[in-house]
């Protein structure tokens, strides 16, 4: 990651009988934070259970992950948080006063980045 951006993995258990809703609603966001501009990563992963699922987001910047979680709030919040139960949250980079309110009752755990490299940025 550059200094500029920001990034997290969210895990989530999703509710018994919940999975069709959860794939359905999957793919909703996807489309949606793919129009997004400055979304530079955003995968969604099931663990072999069928119910755990990890969400990798990056963004070029904190004004770009803003946009996302005002998006994120006005669009699919309560849908989101109907269908699954949050598990943890890991935020890297340094998020504004705005993120950090949003992340709030998902108590987060916040890490800087200290080294290391990204092949894909040359």
Not at 35 to 40: K, M, N, Q, V
Not at 81 to 89: E, G, I, M, R, T
Request: hydrophobic share 40%; net charge neutral; with cysteine.
């Amino acid at each position: 990651m550059t200094s500029e951006e920001i990034g997290w993995v969210i895990e989530v258990s999703v509710g018994a009988g919940h999975l069709g809703s959860w794939k359905e609603l999957m793919r909703e966001m996807v489309g949606s934070t793919h129009r997004e501009p400055g979304t530079l990563t955003y995968e969604w992963m099931f663990g072999e259970d069928g119910t755990s699922c990890q969400i990798f987001e990056r963004y070029a910047s904190v004004a770009a992950a803003a946009l996302h979680s005002r998006t994120f709030d006005a669009k699919f919040a309560k849908r989101f948080f109907a269908l699954a139960s949050p598990k943890a949250l890991s935020v890297y980079g340094t998020p504004d006063a705005e993120l950090r309110a949003a992340f709030a009752p998902l108590s987060p755990r916040y890490l800087s980045p200290i080294g290391g490299f990204d092949r894909t940025k040359g």
